[in-house]
């Protein structure tokens, strides 16, 4: 018959060892348990509302903590940062040069966005804005902007027709030589600003999207 260890006569070492030996799966578990609910205080006690989703296609700035230019704005529109945020999303990369259908991946997760509601603003290359414009993706700025806001823009303004409805319609702004993204880092040649179909954020959306395009 096996002796029964006596663990009180073991020396400290040998006593951290057998606990390790008998208990190490209970160990872990604990501690993942633990990890996981701090994890989830953490979450809960500093999220933050997201008050606008904008979603910029190739950009040339390397990401160090924050988004640039956008303290005016929020400024500007009094936002509640205590509670809400703005949200920059400029990790997506997508080739400039071809079909955006050959991005299969990042097609079918943008267009999932901009479908739900994940995406407020998008800015990207021309080949980008062209193809969600005629899938129905971006807004009809039409039912944003006021006439005279649309006549002062008439020089920029970017119009598609949907390939569903056959309507013409503009969907966005080829941004000036100098705009607020390239005078923030954001890019280095001027790019498509436009505002999601189903902005889950619409008025402020359309507050953005004055603010850039009159910058």
């Given amino acids: 018959m096996e002796k029964k260890t006596d663990f009180k006569a073991l020396s400290r070492k040998a006593k951290v060892e057998y606990i390790w030996d008998y208990y190490k799966?209970?160990?872990?578990?604990?501690v993942c348990a633990i990890a996981f609910i701090i994890s989830l205080i953490h979450h809960y006690v500093t999220y933050k509302e997201p008050a606008l989703e904008i979603v910029m296609?190739?950009?040339?700035?390397?990401?160090?903590?924050?988004?640039?230019?956008?303290e005016a704005f929020i400024?500007?529109?009094?936002?509640?940062?205590e509670n809400y945020e703005i949200i920059v999303d400029?990790?997506?990369?997508?080739?400039?040069?071809?079909?955006?259908a050959d991005d299969y991946y990042t097609n079918q997760s943008l267009t999932l966005r901009f479908t739900v509601g994940e995406g407020d603003i998008l800015?990207?290359?021309?080949n980008v804005f062209t193809s969600y414009g005629e899938s129905g993706c971006l807004m009809n700025l039409e039912d944003v902007l006021s006439d005279s806001e649309l006549k002062d823009l008439e020089d920029i303004l970017y119009y598609v027709t949907d390939i569903d409805t056959g309507i013409t319609y503009p969907c966005g702004v080829?941004?000036?030589?100098?705009n607020w993204t390239i005078e923030n880092g954001y890019y280095t040649t001027p790019r498509y600003l436009g505002i999601g179909?189903?902005?889950?954020h619409p008025e402020l959306a359309a507050e953005f999207f004055r603010y850039v395009a009159n910058y």
């Fill in 123 to 126: 800015f990207s290359p021309e």
């Fill in 90 to 100: 400029n990790s997506i990369t997508v080739s400039e040069t071809g079909n955006i």
């Fill in 25 to 30: 799966l209970h160990i872990l578990i604990g």
């Fill in 75 to 81: 400024a500007e529109q009094n936002l509640d940062t």
């Fill in 197 to 200: 179909v189903t902005a889950a």
């Fill in 174 to 178: 080829l941004l000036p030589e100098e």
């Fill in 57 to 70: 296609l190739n950009t040339d700035y390397a990401y160090t903590g924050g988004s640039p230019g956008l």
